[in-house]
Structure formats: C-alpha cells, structure tokens
Nanobody, 115 residues
Framework: VQLQASGGGLVQAGGSLRLSCAASGSIFTVMGWYRQAPEKQRELVAR???????NYAQSVKGRFTISRDYAKNTVYLQMNSLNPEDTAVYSCAAGTSWYRADAYWGQGTLVTVSS
C-alpha cells in the first residue's frame, strides 16, 4: 500500500492550490486529507467515502473541495481562497471505514500561504 501526495507549494493569500494523492496497492473505502500547522495538533481537513459522501472541517467549508477519481485511484483537494492560517503540512490518508480514514498514510506536502 502506497499513498503518494503532491501539489503543495507557496501561494499568496486568496490564491488556490490543488493537492493530489495517488493510491496503489488497494482500493480504499475512504480517503482523506489531514494537516498539521506548526505547534498545532493534526486535524482532519476533509474526507470522502463511498458514494461520494464527504465531510469537511468547519474552517475550510466553502473553500476546499475533496474529490476522487476511482479510475486513477486518486483523491484531490482543491483549495481556494487560501489564507495564512491554512499554512501546514498536508498529508493524505486512507482507510477501510468512515471512522478510520487514517489507517494508511502518505508523506506530507507543505502548503505555505503568504499574506
């Protein structure tokens, strides 16, 4: 099982980025994105399950969109209207149940939003 994340970088406030996470070795029931900002606990940003069910952290609702391409076994996180508080290392994760979206982890990708 491998999760390969990409798409992080430096962006100005108000800008957009799209993160991608390609999975190999298994098809997962749920995939998601977590983030950890400096000196803060890791938090769930968004997850997507079977049938396209999603949920988002309150802080990103209306700005971020998670989607999934089953043919490519890839999950995406479209991030719009970024602000400096979104600066963090974003990691993708996957699991076999809605409440265990973090059974497997990919490497993190750094997102830096400048003001």
């Amino acid at each position: 099982v491998q999760l390969q994340a990409s798409g992080g970088g430096l962006v100005q406030a108000g800008g957009s980025l799209r993160l991608s996470c390609a999975a190999s070795g298994s098809i997962f029931t749920v995939m998601g994105w977590y983030r950890q900002a400096p000196e803060k606990q890791r938090e769930l940003v968004a997850r997507i399950g079977s049938g396209g069910i999603t949920n988002y952290a309150q802080s990103v609702k209306g700005r971020f969109t998670i989607s999934r391409d089953y043919a490519k076994n890839t999950v995406y996180l479209q991030m719009n209207s970024l602000n400096p508080e979104d600066t963090a290392v974003y990691s993708c994760a996957a699991g076999t149940s809605w409440y265990r979206a973090d059974a497997y982890w990919g490497q993190g990708t750094l997102v830096t939003v400048s003001s």
